[in-house]
């Protein structure tokens, strides 16, 4: 797994012909610095574009002790859609407030009951997430079926256009859920979508998390070539290419490859070719109708070596680590963050510093190994002590229990491991990483480690194969 800041000159090597009315040319590139040079002076300045603010919360608190919005948002037919879903809405109402979801740019109502259960609305009233963890039981019985439930979303959701894209187990507690808006010619948007997460006894709703961001149009001007062309000077960067494609799809950009990244992702949908490069390393988003490089992302699976010094997202990873391990209890060290051998090194030697403590790490891993594809390399056998809590942010790490049982977790009480069980991107991990750590310290929506991680898988769009082992009441404490 990467994060890369990569020092990558911007590109766009599409040109606007003079005399073409609305068609686009792409423009070869040619490998002269000099040509490459004129036509990126040529391009619009990048003042709009916002760099990445690390400070910047999830969420925006604009107004609080709102009992007076309660008649609009618990209206009959809302009680009725969430007491379909197992919500008890007779609970004590404890708090209602008006926030700003700043990651997905709309504004929300929250109603919060006694037991820890929350309930959001758009502007419209409209139920659009739920976080419920208190059905769950050994003794619960099922009172609907897993396709009942499922046809009771799609009815009370008017899911009428969108498509089941996944259907699946979490662990034997939590069954997984989620729809993607089709709109037109196989194209599915993530950010029109709806996650959903079960209690597999008795198929109520734990989680429930709607987005409803519509891209800028469903039909392309340029072509896949012209778009192919476009990215050619990013690819030109990659030190090895075995394959590439390019297909249509619906991107959020955030000026991925832009020199002086990272950049904000923007709070609006653009319809985008995407090439993807060595089935997934890198990926490449240009705009389908003007041709703008709008970013892409770097995947973080294990592969080939790396020529690059820094890592996106690294810092503000760590931090996020470090503020969030220090209120859990630990004594959180100074984060150590750079690259080479020294890496594998130092963690290493923390490794064997105590016998009871947190971990976390960034970087490439797969079911049995970490490191960085160059300089380091540590694997299961590595490891020694016991340890409390281990987050594993790399590919593959929580694929099987082996890195769960090398630190001593699996199977014992009061220990928690998280590892991604298949591939991640860069941008999903991190923001996964965004909702986690404070979830898991302040416990807004969930109890323990296990639901704090399922609950912020949840809110972000896209692919977070997130995997817990361990103590599911464990919460994370020392």
């Not at 256009?161 to 599915?188: A, M, P, R, T």
Request: net charge negative; with cysteine; proline share 2%.
């Amino acid at each position: 797994m990467n994060r890369k800041i990569m020092a990558l000159v911007v590109s766009l090597a599409i040109v606007l012909t003079s005399g073409l009315s609305g068609s686009v040319i792409a423009a070869e590139n040619t490998g002269n610095n000099n040509d490459l040079q004129k036509m990126y002076a040529s391009l619009p300045a990048l003042e709009n574009i916002k760099k990445l603010d690390v400070n910047l919360p999830n969420e925006t608190l604009l107004s609080e002790n709102r009992d007076d919005m309660l008649p609009k948002l618990l209206t009959d037919q809302n009680k009725k859609i969430l007491a379909s879903y197992g919500v008890n809405t007779k609970s004590d109402v404890v708090s209602v407030k008006e926030l700003r979801d700043n990651k997905n740019n709309r504004i929300l109502s929250e109603v919060q009951y006694a037991d820890l259960v929350s309930v959001r609305f758009d502007v419209n009233n409209n139920i659009i997430s739920i976080s419920d963890f208190n059905t769950v039981s050994d003794t619960a019985t099922t009172t609907v079926s897993l396709q009942d439930m499922i046809n009771t979303v799609e009815k009370n959701s008017n899911l009428n256009g969108y498509k089941l894209v996944s259907s699946e187990s979490f662990d034997d507690d939590y069954w997984q859920l989620n729809w993607e808006k089709d709109i037109g010619s196989d194209i599915l948007n993530p950010y029109d979508s709806l996650k959903v997460v079960l209690n597999s006894k008795n198929n109520s709703v734990a989680v429930y998390n709607r987005f409803n961001m519509t891209p800028n149009t469903a039909k392309a001007v340029i072509t896949k070539e012209e778009a192919l062309t476009a990215a050619q000077p990013v690819i030109n960067q990659f030190s090895k290419v075995t394959n590439k494609t390019v297909s249509l799809s619906t991107v959020r950009p955030n000026y991925f490859w832009n020199d002086g990244g990272p950049y904000q992702t923007e709070d609006y949908v653009k319809l985008a070719y995407v090439i993807n490069v060595n089935n997934g390393e890198y990926l490449i988003y240009i705009d389908a109708v003007t041709g703008e490089n709008l970013g892409g992302d770097a995947s973080k699976k294990d592969g080939k070596a790396f020529a690059w010094t820094g890592f996106a997202y690294a810092s503000e990873s760590a931090s996020l680590a470090r503020t969030g391990m220090s209120g859990l209890g630990y004594n959180a060290l100074s984060s150590w963050v750079g690259s080479g051998s020294s890496m594998g090194t130092s963690i290493q030697s923390y490794w064997g510093s105590s016998s009871a403590y947190g971990f976390y790490v960034d970087c490439h891993g797969t079911s049995t190994t970490i490191g960085d594809n160059s300089t380091w390399s540590l694997s299961t056998s590595n490891v020694s002590g016991n340890w409390n809590f281990v987050f594993l942010d790399a590919c593959s790490t929580g694929a099987s229990t082996a890195w769960a049982s090398a630190f001593s977790i699996y199977g014992y009480s009061g220990r928690a491991f998280l590892g991604w069980y298949q591939d991640v991107d860069v941008v999903p991990a991190y923001q996964f990483c965004t909702y986690f750590w404070p979830e898991v310290v302040n416990g807004n929506h969930s109890n323990n480690v296990k639901d704090a991680a399922l609950w912020a898988a949840s809110q972000v769009s896209g692919s977070t194969p997130i995997r817990f082992y361990g103590d599911s009441t464990y919460n994370g404490r020392v």
